[in-house]
């Protein structure tokens, strides 16, 4: 049998039997798919479009995705350790509460996404989309946004988040929401918070030089 999935049929009966684990799904497009559990360890998937697909509790440990549509996606509780997407789109995603370690989003539409309560560690974000992301209540460790390559934090939600070594040189965090939210260590430089909410925000050790701090609330 092929370890390339190319269709509907074959990527469902494969799930339900638990044996994607290392397999190419390639060039497949299906809406509200069932995968809910689904473990992907190892897969690659590539030009998929698995827009509004119940993936709950997922598994994606060293997963490679490129250009795969996961629009109003629910990865609510999953796992990703060590996944690598490129060129996708995650726009209002539900990933509420999963778990994300040392995963590498590159050029990824991740406007609205949902990662509140969610842990993210060891994680980067190079040059992405994240208008509106939501991450109130989030742990943020030793992740990068790097977000000087044409990626906005605009309008962010880090409402009592936690983040600690988190790098945000450059970030476009305008009408961002940080409310409540402690910031450790984390590098602020040359960030733009104008209109920003820092009600109640607390920063130990950070590096604000040249941070735009315009009109915020404090």
Partial sequence: MSDIVEDRVHLLDLAREGALVGRTVRGLVTRAAPLSGVDLDSAILERVGLEGADMV?????????????????????????????????LTECNMRGAQLRRVSFTSVRMMNVDLRNASLANCTMQ???AYGLKLA??????????CKNGGSLSKANLSGATLVEVDLEGANMY???????????????GSNLSNADLRGTRMIMCDT????LTDTSS
């Fill in 175 to 189: 009408r961002a929401d940080l409310s409540r939210a402690l910031l450790v260590r984390c590098n602020l430089r």
């Fill in 57 to 89: 509790r997922a598994v994606l440990m060293r997963t490679i995705l490129r250009q795969v549509d996961l629009r109003t996606a629910l990865l609510e509780g999953a796992l990703l350790d060590g996944a690598i997407l490129t060129d996708g789109d």
């Fill in 209 to 212: 030089l040249g941070v735009d």
């Fill in 137 to 146: 209540g989030a742990v943020i460790t030793k992740t990068s946004f790097h």
């Fill in 127 to 129: 040059g992405c989309e």
